[in-house]
Nanobody, 123 residues
């Protein structure tokens, strides 16, 4: 059974950094686009970043551009989200998603999601 498991969340002060990981299992995800979404309390889930299966193209929401970096290691079936210069508005649950179509992934339409990892940013 295919699964995505996020880790690396936690409490950090504003201006700090965190690196999230998403470990894929159950099948190889090396041909899948991967993405990160986030959801703050009382708000809808929103797109943060995505990466094509080969890792050659990345996409970012304007709100995280220049501060977040998505990357992947296909040999390990892991995708990362390096988050720098964190702001209180970056807080929320971060979800990993995977799919064969990068546009579906970016739009949050893939069927494969992890359970999420909590990120808290103190001001």
């Amino acid at each position: 059974q295919e699964q995505l498991a996020e880790s690396g969340g936690g409490l950090v002060q504003a201006g700090g950094s965190l690196r999230l990981s998403c470990a894929a299992s159950g099948r190889t995800f090396s041909r899948d686009a991967m993405g990160w979404f986030r959801q703050a309390p009382g708000k809808e889930r929103e797109f943060a970043a995505a990466i094509t299966w080969g890792g050659t193209t990345t996409y970012y929401a304007d709100s995280v551009k220049g501060r977040f970096t998505i990357s992947r290691d296909n040999a390990k079936n892991v995708v990362y989200l390096q988050m720098n210069s964190l702001k209180p508005e970056d807080a929320g649950v971060y979800y990993c998603t995977a799919g064969r179509d990068i546009d579906y992934v970016r739009r949050g339409l893939s069927h494969t999601w992890g359970q999420g990892t909590q990120v808290t940013v103190s001001s």
